[in-house]
């Protein structure tokens, strides 16, 4: 085995500094040296229900940068010393029709989850980017591309390409009407990517604290989601809307600013909604979701954000504040991603 150290759960938002184990390298595997980590909602529900008598250790992160220490006698994709990148899946089945397609990241038998999942070949339990190295298949880590970087990159991994493939597979580019509901982590980003595109984009926010940051990400206007008067006048405007908010929320306000054909793309919040059909028949509607990203798909996107140099907009603290980083994440005190600088691992 090969011993590292990293923030492992010792208790519901609880994190201690351990020495981990991970596998020796198998023929197609690579070892990452983990130097940035963003820290993500998902962690922190994650470590909320974390049970401190659970026999699986929790070791969160799972968007993170690095570069390539060592290689198996297998993989022939990287070389000791490059940069790579390595988001929320790092295993599928590879046989199945999602697998097929290139979207690994609906997997039939459910892909491998870079912590908290269970490894395909020896059974164990996934420990994730909050640690100093991880060990990988080479076929699911990315080079990141010259020019983006390392640490305002490690969000694209989740966050990114969260957004990205709606956008992509909304058709969204020149001539578009795109509007991000939501300006955080996933929001920011899919204003960001959809201006890139070629896309007229909005924000919708609860408030109009805002706009200065939504023009300056490059959004044409700034719709406030309760300011009747306001919604009502963007009526059946959008093509796309991209639904960024983690809270449970009505839809049909949203719904009502679609245009006829247009679709609602709902990728923060989980669990179920609830829709009139009549908001979706009058228009010809579509309420459709995503999540995370394929191979191809998230190898396409860091090409894109190099090519336009989009990154998130982060905050960087070193791993040893990773608890002030949870708890401002839970109070939503960020603009608008957290990042960890694992170098204080060692």
Sequence with gaps: MRMTTGWRAGGPDRLERVPLERRDLRPDDIAVRVDYCGVCHTDLHALGAYDPHATAPLVPGHEFTGVVTATGPSATAFAVGDPVAVGNIVDSCGACAMCAAGQENFCHTFPTLTYGGTDRQDGTTTLGGYSREYVVRESFAYALPPG????????????????????????????????????????HLAVKMAVALGAETA??????????????LGAHDLIVSTDGQRMAAARDTFDVIIDTISAPHDLAPYLKLVAMDGTLSLLGQLGPVAVEAMDLLVGRKKLSSGGSGGRAGTAGMLRFCAEHGIVADTEVLPSADVHTALERLRKNDVRYRFVLDMSDLG
């Excluded at 709606?166 to 996933?186: D, H, M, Q, Y």
């Excluded at 924000?203 to 300056?216: E, F, H, L």
């Design 148 to 187: 983006l970087d390392p640490a305002a990159a490690a969000p694209l991994l989740c966050a990114g390409v969260t957004v990205w493939e709606p956008l992509r597979a909304l058709g969204v580019g020149p001539g578009s009407r795109v509007a991000v509901a939501g300006l955080g982590g996933l929001g």
């Design 203 to 216: 924000v919708i926010s609860r408030t109009p604290d805002k706009g200065a940051d939504a023009r300056r």
